[in-house]
């Protein structure tokens, strides 16, 4: 049987695969098994941030795997502390709970907000207000968080105490939080999964001031956003804001499973020994590969990721078969004339990898990603959203 068989016989189908079988790769080249290469404009969604087997990344694994690749959170592990001690001096947040994927960083903000919300206001203040056409995992209480009905159905009932919003308007925003007793308000500044959608910058800091004016809990999920992806180390450093949960994971240990909550002064101590844990959480080879990352994502660094964003956009500005470009930094979703599902396959063909997001073709190259693989990257997207003649 091939691969592509066995795969299909044994592993559960939750996805739709292209029928390619990628065995190896360096920085934004990947190599399929008919030593076909193509240029990574994915990064394993945002997840790889400095490309595939980037040599300081590696490094610091082997580095770290050669010493103890695992150690129960019973004991004290150096990478753990200091990538800790780096998030927190980078952002100004005071702790981090170190889990292993976005739903999961995404399930300790919110259980965060509602111990915090229960101990200072009461046990009926549980409401974790959400952003219609978000997206925050897969678990059942990240799935609720989640405001897009169709991720829903057939997982009935999902964990209650969630309401979601729609985008813009502030009105709705502070009538539900009133009547829900909201604990908390969360949302991506920049909604990935939902379409590469900016969210309006006065809209997010009406919802940032309203909900310290009411000790609402405001919960940024920088899942997709985070560790430079947008051109700033966070998003919500981009939109004037001081949010007081931070959730992030893909980007962060560029390729490892990691998962990061950072949380600010007013819930800092919200958890005690026992309140919350991961067996796997703040893995000492994830946080090496972290600290690695995130060493390396300095202003000069940053301002290069904008730059990059900056030539997207202009190189994809007036393009025949290009209606829009959204998004920030290396986070770009194009709208296509053509279906983005069509773009998509016609630009694999002829080497690059893209994602979707709805109904864009949406861009996540590694941060490094050098100049020459992203202009040929453009003339391959191009051409593919090229009407016929
Ligand atoms: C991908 C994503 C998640 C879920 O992350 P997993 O690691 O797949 O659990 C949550 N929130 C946002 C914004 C994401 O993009």
């Known amino acids: 049987m091939s691969i592509f068989e066995v795969d299909k016989q044994y592993v559960a189908g939750t996805y739709n695969r292209f029928p390619v079988e990628i065995v190896s790769g360096k920085g934004s080249v990947v190599t399929d098994v008919d030593g076909k290469e193509y240029i990574d404009m994915g990064s394993g969604i945002a997840v790889t941030s400095f490309g595939i087997a980037d040599d300081v990344w590696q490094q610091a694994i082997i580095e770290q795997i050669g010493k103890v690749q695992h150690m129960s959170n019973l004991y004290y592990t150096e990478p753990c502390a200091l990538l800790a001690e780096m998030l927190c001096k980078k952002t100004g947040f005071k702790k981090v709970f170190f889990s292993n994927s976005g739903a999961e960083a995404n399930e300790c903000a919110i259980k965060a907000a509602r111990k915090y919300s229960a101990e200072k206001k009461g046990a009926d203040h549980f409401t974790i207000v959400t952003m219609k056409n978000g997206f925050h995992g897969r678990t059942l209480t990240t799935l609720a968080a989640t405001g897009q009905e169709h991720y829903h159905e057939l997982y009935q009932p999902l964990t209650p105490g969630f309401v979601s919003v729609t985008p813009g ?16 308000i969360m949302v991506e500044c920049i909604q990935g999964e939902g379409g590469v959608l900016v969210q309006d910058a006065a809209y997010i800091r009406t919802a940032a001031e309203y909900a310290k004016e009411n000790d609402i809990i405001l919960i940024v999920d920088e899942v997709q956003t985070g560790n430079g992806r947008t051109g700033a180390l966070y998003s919500y ?13 893909k980007g962060l240990a560029g390729g490892l499973p990691l998962g990061a909550t950072m ?18 959480g703040g893995n000492p080879v994830s946080c090496a590969a972290a600290l690695s990352i995130l060493k390396r994502l300095d202003d000069a660094f940053l301002a290069e990721v904008t730059a990059k964003g900056e030539f997207l956009r202009n190189a994809f500005a007036d393009t025949e078969g290009i209606e829009a470009v959204s998004g920030m930094g290396l986070m770009l979703g194009l709208k296509t004339v053509k279906p983005a599902g069509e773009v998509v396959a016609t630009c694999m063909a002829n080497g690059v990898l893209c994602l979707t997001a709805k109904d864009k073709v949406r861009l996540l190259p590694a941060l490094n990603i050098p100049m020459p693989a992203l202009e040929k990257a453009v003339e391959v997207i191009k051409e593919a959203c090229r009407l016929a003649d």
């Not at 800092?268 to 020994?273: D, E, H, I, L, R």
Request: charged share 30%.
């Open 169 to 184: 308007d502030v009105d709705e925003l502070k009538k539900v939080c009133e009547e829900t007793k909201a604990a908390a």
């Open 237 to 249: 450093m981009q939109y004037g804001i001081e949010p007081d949960v931070v959730s992030t994971a």
């Open 263 to 280: 949380l600010n002064e007013k819930v800092q101590n919200v958890f005690g020994f026992g309140d919350h844990g991961s067996t796997f």
